[in-house]
Structure formats: C-alpha cells, structure tokens
C-alpha cells in the first residue's frame, strides 16, 4: 500500500492550496481517507476525514469553513483543499487510510500512512 501526498508548498496567508493523495494498491471507495497534520514540537492533529462511500465528512474545528476534503474514485485520489490559510495552519500534512465505513479522528486508527507535504503559510 502506498499513499502519495503532494501539493503542498509556500503561501501567504489568506491564500490557498489544494493537496492531493493518490493511492496505490488501496482503492479509496472501500476506504475511509483522512488528513492529520504536525506542526514542530507538536503533536500529530485530525485535520478531516471522508468515508469510504464519500458521503460522509467531518473536519477538526480550527479548519471548518476553510478547508475541504473530497475524492476522486476514478482517479483513486483524496483531496483537502485549503483556503484563507493562516500562519497556525504551517505544517507537514499526511494522508492517512483505513479499511472502515466509519470515520474516526484518532491517527492510531489509520494503519496506511503517506509520507507528508510540508505547508508553510507567511504571515
């Protein structure tokens, strides 16, 4: 199993990015796909999750309103836009996956993990 992160980047505050998790041999329609973030000297944090279906979403209060996470199945990716970025939001972001309907906001549920895209926001 293998997730590939990718889109992170430099940005000023008040802009946006679009991150992208494209996975391989786990297809993300049978899968549960969220985002955890760390920022140094912190502690990984739930960022969003999607259920396996796409119905579902939920997303960590500090993100809610700015971010979005979305899937692909035909391309087998996960998204998480991220607009009105602010300096707080600087961190390496990681894809994460797990062979569940339900979702959860606990890293220690996600077995599959992708290797991080680091997102720095100038003030």
């Known amino acids: 199993v293998q997730l590939q992160a990718s889109g992170g980047g430099l940005v000023q505050a008040g802009g946006s990015l679009r991150l992208s998790c494209a996975a391989s041999?786990?297809?993300?329609?049978?899968?549960?796909m969220a985002w955890f973030r760390q920022a140094p000297g912190k502690e990984r944090e739930f960022v969003a999750v999607i259920n396996s279906s796409g119905v579902s979403s939920y997303y960590a209060d500090s993100v809610k309103g700015r971010f979005t996470i979305s899937r692909d199945a035909a391309k087998n990716t996960v998204y998480l836009q991220m607009n009105s970025l602010k300096p707080e939001d600087t961190a390496v972001y990681y894809c994460?996956?797990?062979?569940?309907?339900?979702?959860?906001?606990?890293?220690?549920?996600?077995?599959?993990w992708g290797q991080g895209t680091l997102v720095t926001v100038s003030s």
């Open positions: 041999e786990l297809t993300v329609g049978t899968h549960t």
């Open positions: 994460a996956a797990r062979l569940s309907y339900s979702i959860t906001g606990d890293y220690k549920d996600y077995p599959y």
